[in-house]
């Protein structure tokens, strides 16, 4: 596959996800669009390019690891999962209900999801955990991490983060999701955090920024993060929450709005669009 | 009567199960020389993480290298390793049922000189309202080891206490452990007493005194506190006058009200608890000392059977 083609390959799959979130939220429930179509780039270019992922080899002990730190954005992870062929389309529709595979977060229960996240600040520490794990092992494998901006409050993930500095853990890269906002707000006003990155460079990470919604950016990202070695590196998205739904970019409603009938038809014609515009 | 360190059984116990198990990981926050951890970090030094004085990451970090295949044990003061890590318990270890085992050192009052901020008589009370948890609370240093080498070998999530001071020695290493069984230490028909951790040798010194005055006790080592299993427990009290509980921690929430609640409907035996009422810790030179501050000590015991039998 050409660099081209793959390029169009990650932003129809990225677009795809984007219909199962859709799809997944329905009518007249609610459902984390914001933050989850503001990962959509970053989760196709994490399963279906850079991650050692495949749904037949869940459990082999050399496969990469995502652990969705904000796991309120299971939706996105759980699009991917179900494009990969982890468990049937049929769930889709059947999140969050009492006899549905797919929880409100991340579950252990869910083929391919790694870890126990919705209680913010705690992903990135088991990804330390992991990723001692499998250093132990000498195995090659990566840990991924994916945190929100409106997560950098909570105390535990900076003590992950010295941790992971402490032990010189280069098989792990952290990502932050820097959509600007929050559930009842713009980040800067509900609680304000001057300067992540020279927080996260200060802290010893290696950081680099990308825009969240350039598959190629993020690809390159993650690579130039796989050849930094001693230390782990942190990937600051620079991303537009609602990501593509002109209802709710930017628009702290739909951190967990609910879709009307009226709001979902839209949400459809804006990914036609830009289907069409590609 | 012998007295031995639990916490040193502990970290004895760590290094035995990393000579069986390259599985086996240790992490501890700054407290390794007095949980004993240290024994295995001179050992596996690979394999321990000093993970600083940050609990809750501590508790995190473990669930991960469970969830990528290892077997870690962290430990650190009892209060700190539940109450501190609670959520981190509760989210990262317990509900996907990772294989952490967590030692909560110098728990109850034993850590009498520090005061009520690092002594704990809630953290089993609360750790074990935890679904997938198994907490346990063993009476010696003998036990320590063999419940070390079980644990070692179950899958899921396991709280065990460590008391802080030297303690005396009932179990033998010849006599079998099972997780969820209780075991008599001393033999009697007229009421029974279900006492754990510290509280057993101040039951047994009970019994011995009761017996000089012709009252028969039974005192039942319960040192698992989850699974707390009826069967057994309808097994002691067939035939006994009264039932007495004992234990170096919080009524509520507590052995005395878990037995209750197990109970109620099959018995109209007089029922008496053992056990702090409604308080935190508070310092002390010695541990008896506040044992018998909070009316838990081997007196207290005495004039809860009199009370139960009426004598």
Redesign the interface.
Known sequence: MSADEKTKKLNEIALQLRYDIVEMIGVGNAGHLGGSSSLAETIAVLYFDKMNFNKDKLKDPNRDRLVLSKGHAALIQYAALCEAGCFPREELKKVKTLNGLLQGHPDLSIPGIEAVTGSLGQGLSISVGMALALRLDKSSARVYTIMGDGEQSEGQLWEAAMAAVNFKIDNLTAFIDFNKLQATGPTKDIFYIPDLDKKWDSFGWNVIKADGHNVDKIANAIEEAKYIKGKPSVIILDTVKGKYFSFAEANAAYHNGILTEETKNIALKDLDAVKAGA | MEKQSLRKAYGEALVELGKQNSDI?VLEADLGKSTMSCLFKDAFP??Y?E??I?E??M????????????I?FYGTFAVFASGRAY??I???IA???ANVKICGSSCGLSDFGDGKTHQSVEDANIIKTIPHLTVLNPVDAVEVKKMMEVIAKIKGPVYIRINRNDLPVFTSEKTEYQIGKMYPIVEGEDAVIFATGVMVSKAVEAAEELNNEGIAVQVINVSTLKPLKKEEILKYIKGKKAIITAEEAEKIGGLGSDIASLIIGETNLPFEQVAINDSFGTSAHSYEELLTKYNISTIDVIKAVRKALKK
């Open positions: 990981v690979e394999r993480f993970m600083g940050a809750q990451n508790a995190s970090v473990s669930a991960g290298l469970a969830l990528a295949g290892k870690p959520d981190q509760r989210c990262s509900i996907p049922n």
